[in-house]
Nanobody, 119 residues
Framework: VQLQASGGGLVQAGGSLRLSCAASGSIFSFNAMGWYRQAPGKQRELVAVITSGGSTNYADSVKGRFTISRDNAKNTVDLQMNSLKPEDTAVYYC??????????????WGKGTLVTVSS
């Protein structure tokens, strides 16, 4: 399975970006698709995850600002990021999992795309 992310870049505080990720390769139905991020000097953290049934899980810090969506037929997952803040600056990783990600973790990770929010 390969995960190709796009959409990162530099944006001013208050601006918006949209991250997209497409999964390819030997694909079966993923239960969870989502995004994690890692800021310099910090641990990787969950940003948003969406299950095949449409349930979503957001980090408290992004609730109300970020929206995750997926297309099961195309095996894509997007992250719409609005009202961006400098503290959103991080490398964002696309990730997918076949099972209960909260219990077993995710199975595949993309290479990451850098999001930089200037103040």
């Amino acid at each position: 399975v390969q995960l190709q992310a796009s959409g990162g870049g530099l944006v001013q505080a208050g601006g918006s970006l949209r991250l997209s990720c497409a999964a390819s390769g030997s694909i079966f139905s993923f239960n969870a698709m989502g995004w994690y991020r890692q800021a310099p000097g910090k641990q990787r953290e969950l940003v948003a995850v969406i299950t095949s049934g449409g349930s979503t899980n957001y980090a408290d810090s992004v609730k109300g600002r970020f929206t995750i969506s997926r297309d099961n037929a195309k095996n894509t997952v997007d992250l719409q990021m609005n009202s961006l803040k400098p503290e959103d600056t991080a490398v964002y990783y696309c990730t997918v999992g076949y099972s209960d990600y909260q219990r077993y973790g995710m199975d595949y990770w993309g290479k990451g795309t850098l999001v930089t929010v200037s103040s």
